[in-house]
């Protein structure tokens, strides 16, 4: 089992950033991919950015690439989430998840490790 908590999220203006955090514990590995997904109320879960566990290959959604970066600390076990230039739109739950197979792919179900999220609001 893998056990992911995320944290860093918050209250942040129209163009300010946050970094947000997820630390992984228990049976960690450091070639799984890990991914970053967000949820606003009443919409589905959607792909943020994820990086693989071998060769550090990211990718991105399209609405964050150029202001999110994606990356990592295996000796911390620890995923971050650095996000500029953050939007109204940005405001959602936002969810770390681990990847056993190394895929990295934007599907929420190929992913077999969730945390609980960290609430990100962008407003003035």
């Known amino acids: 089992q893998v056990q992911l908590v995320e944290s860093g999220g918050g209250v942040v203006q129209p163009g300010g950033s946050l970094r947000l955090s997820c630390v992984a514990s228990?049976?960690?590995?450091?070639?799984?991919?890990m991914g970053w997904f967000r949820q606003a109320p009443g919409q589905e879960r959607e792909f943020v950015a994820a990086?693989?566990?071998?060769?550090?290959?990211?990718s991105y959604q399209d609405s964050v690439k150029g202001r999110f970066t994606i990356s990592r600390d295996d000796a911390k076990n620890t995923v971050y989430l650095q996000m500029n230039s953050l939007k109204p739109e940005d405001t959602a739950v936002y969810y770390c998840?681990?990847?056993?197979?190394?895929?990295?792919?934007?599907?929420?179900?190929?992913?077999?490790?969730w945390g609980q999220g960290t609430q990100v609001t962008v407003s003035s």
């Open positions: 990086i693989k566990g071998i060769g550090d290959r990211t």
């Open positions: 998840a681990a990847d056993s197979l190394d895929i990295a792919s934007n599907r929420p179900y190929d992913y077999d490790y």
């Open positions: 228990g049976r960690t590995a450091n070639y799984y991919a």
